[in-house]
């Protein structure tokens, strides 16, 4: 068996960090022993196949070899189940990613022609198109089930027509039909433009009608409500600071659960007492100034919460597996639904009550301060006031005071109407 010691270099070298990061996430010794000898079989494994550095191509043909999958952890005997748990930790940390909380339960294979193409368009999509990883992992998803949609019905790409298209888009699986149409339409143009198909099938997916958004009444919440929100959470723990500190961005700032994720130290000016950053959904810039509650919840939450050797990001997990990572935006949801769960706030249940519904409580408080939109866009970040216009349904006594006065009218069916309803 191949030691150590005569390991390739770069291998060892990544093996040997990637145990250091499972000691300093605070992994039992049995889970580092047993992540490390996988890692010794997989460094043996890549010296015999003349593979001199750990890579994703490398670290999933292995697992393919041993385990025969790389996801569905679900339907593997308990060795290979561990094997797999190892390698996929050992990929996060190749990539610096945050370690995932589990394995896939579900296995994501291309059956059909697409499983040669879909990382090149999704590599595309990143370098030219510019999509967000988020972006591109759902298109990912999408193909992969239209892909097995394909292969169910034993077709392939060029049996492709509009009716199967839309057999497609109309099956359960899809709740989205206008991303799941953009998506296939891109990837069939794709394959066309680069010459892999003859055919461009793109024409083959039809667009969605336009629809009028709903004129829904966004939730808002007083100042009294937002008040009692940020009361009821425990400051006592450190996950209560940290929770504290994220509501009160959303309260106060109106900030998006994107940017509150993403806010570090260095978008802080301490001596000039602001906050600057360009946002994540729009890469508008943004300033805020240092209101003297955030800027102590944001000291009380470093010197007394967060957890330490971590990097600039503010608001971090605390959780075992996670500890020091980046949150998810769907955590950033639970963390308020959490606080308002704990609140006094009356029929909040019925409400939309995540990190949005606090945003646009922010712009209703403004307005009925009597402050103008063009200030209110300033601190919403919004890039022109056309964007805040949709806060104009929050203002209702102001809406009222543009109501017009009914008529009186001598129409037979108006005055047999106003009879009918006495």
Known sequence: MLNM????KKIKKVIDEFQFELFDMGYSQDFRWTFGKVCRLFGEWAYYQSIDRVSEESIRAYSLEKTGCWEAAINLPGKDRITLRALRLLNN????EPFEGRTPLKEHRFY???KD???????WCEEEKGYRPTTIQNKYWILCRYDNFLHDKMLDLKNV???LNEEFFASDACGHRTSYKSTVREMLQYLFDFSILDKDLSI????EPKRSKRLEIPTTYTTEEIKSLLGAIDRSTSKGKRDYLVVLLAAEYGMRASDIVRLSLKHIDWERNTVSFSQYKTDVPVQYPLLSSVGNAIIDYLRHGRPTEVDDVIIISHDHVTRGKLLSTPTIHSIVTAAFRRSQIQGWQKKKHGPHSLRFSL???????????????TALGHSSTESTKTYVKIDIDRLRECSLPVPNLNSYWYTEG????K
């Open 5 to 8: 010691k005569t390991m390739p």
């Open 93 to 96: 940390f190749l990539k610096g």
């Open 112 to 114: 059909t022609i697409l």
């Open 117 to 123: 193409h879909v990382h090149p368009y999704l590599r």
């Open 161 to 163: 027509t509009i009716e």
């Open 204 to 207: 083959y997916v039809l667009k």
């Open 363 to 377: 712009a209703s408080n403004m307005l009925k301060q009597g402050i103008g939109f063009q200030v209110i866009s």
């Open 418 to 421: 106003k009879e009918d309803a």
